[in-house]
């Protein structure tokens, strides 16, 4: 039986009876009570196929059909068990049963009513049985049940897959009780809408009566295996919506909206998640709806919206975005099965950048280095081993250095040039040069390399620390950006007794003196354990004479000093376990008790070797401050010169450009006036390695476009505009942190304020300050969103899509070359408070979590998000994810010069409108291209009027994120749906 849905709305009238509860069963008559009977009459039709009404006048069904009356008031109060709110229903009474099947002539269905029962005379409505009904009732469902509406605490039923409409019937017997049969009327109507070619991702469906208002209750879709619908809203305004769960494309979708009987203009409307597919559709005839009738309206196909000309097999030659994509290499993509990225699975994966667009990758640091992120590099001139892919035998410096030359090799002939992440404001603290300062202090040929000082107060204010400024007052010992080196130490053992004093276990306290006695036997201690850590991580066990007092003696050597602890377990530093001195600056003198703690543990510094103290920008003693001296003499220096040649053996290789890390702390006053020396820093390092860059053309000559005339080189400077835009006459490119900052607030409170001004005024003062400092190379605007250390764009959203679908298109029509950060075309969220691995998720490839390199942040990933529906495979094959999103939008801006290498100019005609970001872009490079960028950033639909020179229209359509609509009646109107992103080629 074809399946319907009504909705039941009913008349009020006479009730002459009140029913103290429902009753179950059927009630039994009181003797001298009045009985009257209520006959329902009904006619059937052979070979009906439907339940329905006929008219105004009966009511056919057919076999299988399980039906049920119920008489209720709509004066009385409600009694126990009653539906709804007091009076608004009234009592409703116990039901009776019509069974009969199909093919009898006629039938008379009777029931008697017992006004000594408190049963009335009123209004009588037809509703369903099913299992989950007031009154359960087992039937035969293979023919389906004919459904009407219930009250509200009724929309749990297991079945609404039918129609309702509404019906209802007003009892007219007379005083004796005689017999008379009666009809049931509509009293209302409903509106079929069927839909066309309707794309799996639209799951909002709106009705609007434009005049007559009033749609009233539930509506639901019909076609099977659509999805689940679900009511929103109150359902009695002019406007009812649908949402569909779990919905999937259909060729034709039928949906039935319940109205009062009247005329109404109805309006269609079909959405998804940030994507309009059909706004006010229809809306100009005028439709009249009678009691029962069904309107059946023109089917309405949602047209193929215009999104733009698209090809994901774009030539790689072609490709003149300026699209960077900045890659984790340790999460992007693992080729042999360690769980760890590396280069050979960058190269597997270079079609997906192709398909992204992108022209240029920025590596995350990728040489030798402390840590899985990279960013305490061990040595410059040597790459992570684990990059060579190839299994565990393969992962040799040999090997990375042969798969990173592969990886620049197959990487220029897709069109995509290769940044190495460099980090040279500090190094690791077990870098070479590092280790050699530890071990040999002031006779260190690497001494100079790193800011180090026995004095650092006297010292800065005689300006013997350049990266200092001697007008800083502060208390250098306390300040967490000097740590102690212990240097000269460790060279030799000396014999040390060390005594232990644990009388006060809050605060013990330790004794060192020179001794020549006899090394204590490993096996003299008694419980509780103590033990010196020291060296390379030796455990030396305390005597204990059992007064809580203990007592070593050891030939100690050790280049880092040492601590007592609780345990030998290397494995368990947990709080209680690890005893040292409360400052990292103090050191122990001999025969002087020094008192320990266990909250801040600093390493405990023996009485041999000199303790200096070394500077760390970072406020961490893993990452030891590179010198290069005052900036008016940094080439000289040995540390600027070590670091440019290390990049020569990477433009040997054929590398393109370099981002640099932490520019504004190479010296201490970080940016503004007082940071010119940081400027002039960068200049020079910028024209010392753009020299070797040119003198090395031949290495990218197998660069299927053309490259860079100098290098490429962006700084990274954690500051708003006023703070970033110096640093221009250094360097071409800064990130526009700005951008993101300004973007976030806008989308968020779905108002531009000044982005758009802000946008345009920051190309222009780039590009001012650049041109100013007569430096090679352009000044190059850099926008981003978030990156490995900013909380994820979609954690910053709300993990809304259709803002993170605006934060993509505005980002990919920006003008400079934008930065897109690994996972953000896929809508990864995260944020730095589990750690800042939950910023650096490995990309899911398959559905299959074993495609995604989890080892490589320590297996500390969002095991909510990583799941099938984010993944690469899921996105690519669905034409209206976010990853399609980003690939359509890159197409447009590599295949348009305006868009690729353009000039932005501000749109006065949308400057008082808030919701409307709009600019153009101009070719820059030999051309007269223009086109016109608009993003519509509110919830609401937006309708802007166009200059008349503008030529706006469906074919000059670049690229759009929704169906746009264009009408020049009266002038040139462009309508965008919320959300929503359009660029226009102009000419």
């Known amino acids: 039986m074809k399946k319907f849905l009504f909705l039941a709305t009913l008349a009020a009238c006479l009730c002459w009876g009140c029913a103290e509860e429902l009753l179950p069963e059927e009630p039994k008559p009181v003797e001298g009570t009045h009985v009257a009977t209520l006959s329902v009459g009904i006619e059937s039709e052979t070979g009906a196929t439907k339940a329905t009404f006929v008219g105004d006048q009966t009511f056919q069904w057919q076999a299988g059909d399980q039906i049920g009356v119920y008489l209720y008031s709509t004066t009385l109060e409600n009694v126990t068990g009653a539906y709804n709110e007091p009076g608004k229903y009234g009592p409703w009474i116990a039901p009776f049963d019509l069974k009969s099947g199909a093919g009898t002539a006629s039938g008379i269905f009777s029931r008697e009513l017992n006004d000594g029962l408190g049963e009335c005379y009123g209004n009588v409505a037809i509703y369903p049985y099913t299992s989950g009904s007031r009154y359960a009732y087992a039937s035969d469902n293979t023919k389906g049940t004919l459904t009407f509406n219930l009250p509200s605490d009724y929309t749990e039923l297991e079945d609404l897959n039918l129609v309702r409409m509404p019906m209802a019937a007003v009892l007219d017997m007379d005083a004796a009780g005689a017999k008379k049969n009666f009809t049931l009327k509509h009293l209302g109507g409903a509106v079929k809408i069927t839909l066309l070619n309707v794309p799996a991702k639209a799951k909002y469906f709106k009705l609007t009566a434009a005049e007559g208002g009033n749609i009233s209750g539930d509506f639901t879709i019909t076609l099977a295996n659509v999805g689940t619908g679900t009511l929103q809203g109150t359902g009695s305004g002019n406007t009812v919506q649908l949402s569909l769960k779990e919905g999937k494309a259909a060729s034709e979708l039928v949906m039935y909206f319940p109205v009062p009987a009247g005329t109404y203009k109805f309006k269609m409307s079909v959405y998804g998640d940030g994507i309009t597919y059909l706004e006010g559709f229809g809306g100009n005839t005028a439709n009249t709806i009678g009691r029962g009738n069904i309107l059946q309206m023109p089917a309405i196909p949602i047209p193929e919206p215009n999104l733009g000309p698209y090809s994901e097999n774009l030539d790689p030659a072609s490709k003149a975005s300026g699209l960077t994509y900045q890659m984790n290499v340790y999460s992007f993509k693992d080729s042999d099965g360690d769980g760890i990225g590396d280069f050979p699975g960058i190269v597997s994966e270079l079609d997906y950048l192709d398909k992204l667009g992108i022209t240029a990758i920025w590596l995350s640091p990728s040489q030798l280095a402390q840590s899985y992120h990279g960013y305490d590099v061990k040595d410059y001139t040597k790459l992570n081993p684990l990059y060579a892919g190839g299994g565990t035998p393969n992962h040799t410096e040999a090997a990375a250095e042969t798969a990173f030359q592969n990886l620049i090799n197959a990487a220029h002939q897709h069109n995509i040039r290769i940044y190495m992440d ?249 940016s503004g006036d007082a940071g010119s020396e940081n400027r002039e820093f960068w200049q020079k390092f910028y024209n010392a390695v753009n020299v070797n860059y040119q003198a090395k053309v031949s290495a990218r000559s197998n660069l299927t476009g053309t490259s860079d005339a100098n290098i490429f080189m962006v700084g990274e400077v954690l500051s708003d505009e006023d703070h970033c835009k110096p640093f221009y006459a250094g360097l071409p490119a800064i990130f526009e942190f700005q951008f993101w900052w300004d973007l976030r607030t806008a989308l968020n409170g779905e108002s531009k304020g000044s982005f758009v001004s802000g946008l345009c005024d920051r190309f222009y003062r780039h590009k001012e300050v650049r041109e100013g400092a007569s430096q090679p190379g352009a000044a190059i605007s850099t926008p981003k969103l978030s990156n490995h250390d900013e909380d994820r764009t979609a954690s910053e959203l709300g993990k809304y899509m259709p803002k993170m679908r605006l934060a993509a298109t505005v980002l990919l029509t920006a003008p400079g070359r934008p930065f897109i950060y690994q996972g953000e075309e896929l809508g990864y969220w995260g944020t730095g408070a589990g750690g800042d691995e939950y910023r650096r998720a490995p990309i899911l490839w398959t559905t299959n979590l074993s495609s995604a390199a989890i080892h490589g942040v320590n297996d500390k990933y969002d095991v909510v998000m990583l799941t099938p529906s984010i993944s690469v495979a899921s996105q690519a094959a669905d034409e209206e994810s976010l990853l399609t999103l980003y690939r359509r939008f890159a197409y447009a801006r590599n295949t348009n010069p305006a868009m690729a290498d353009g000039y932005p100019e501000y749109d006065n005609k949308t400057a008082d409108n808030a919701n409307i970001m709009a600019w153009y872009m101009h070719q820059q490079s030999g051309g007269d291209k223009v086109c016109l960028v608009m993003h519509n950033i509110s919830r609401y639909t937006q309708t802007v009027q166009r200059w008349d020179g503008d030529n706006v229209s469906n074919s000059t359509i670049l690229v759009a994120s929704d169906p746009i609509s264009i009408s020049t009646d009266g002038g040139k109107f462009v309508t965008m749906p919320p959300y929503s992103s359009v660029v226009f080629a102009l000419n």
Request: aromatic letters at 14%; hydrophobic letters at 35%; proline letters at 5%.
């Open 422 to 670: 460099y980090v040279i404001n500090h190094t690791g603290d077990q870098h070479p040069w590092f280790l050699d300062v530890k071990e040999n202090g002031p006779a260190s040929a690497y001494w100079n390399y790193y800011a180090v000082s026995a004095d650092p107060y006297n010292d800065v204010h005689n300006n013997l620390i350049p990266q200092i400024p001697t007008s800083w007052d502060v208390d250098y010992l306390n300040d967490n950006r000097w740590w102690p080196l212990f240097s000269g130490a460790g060279k030799s053992p000396v014999r040390y007794a060390v005594e232990l004093d644990w009388t006060n276990a809050s605060a013990p306290s330790i004794t060192v003196s020179e001794t020549t006695e006899a090394v204590t036997s490993g096996d003299t201690y008694n419980n509780p354990a103590r033990y010196l850590f020291w060296g390379n991580g030796q455990y030396t066990p305390f005597a204990d004479n059992g007064t809580n007092k203990y007592r070593v003696v050891l030939d100690y050597q050790s280049d880092w000093g040492c601590l007592v602890r609780t345990t030998n377990n290397n494995d368990d530093w947990s709080d209680g376990t690890k005893w040292g001195f409360a400052s990292g600056k103090d050191q122990i003198q001999k025969g002087v008790a020094h008192v320990l703690t266990s909250t801040e543990s600093n390493n405990i510094l023996m009485p041999d070797g000199t303790l200096y103290y070394y500077y760390s920008a970072f406020s961490t003693g893993m990452m030891p401050d590179l010198n290069y001296n005052h900036s008016n003499v940094c080439e000289n220096s040995p540390a600027f010169q070590a670091i440019v040649a290390s990049v020569n053996k990477w433009l040997d290789m054929g590398l393109d450009g370099l981002r640099l890390d932490a520019i504004k702390h190479i010296y201490g006053n970080e």
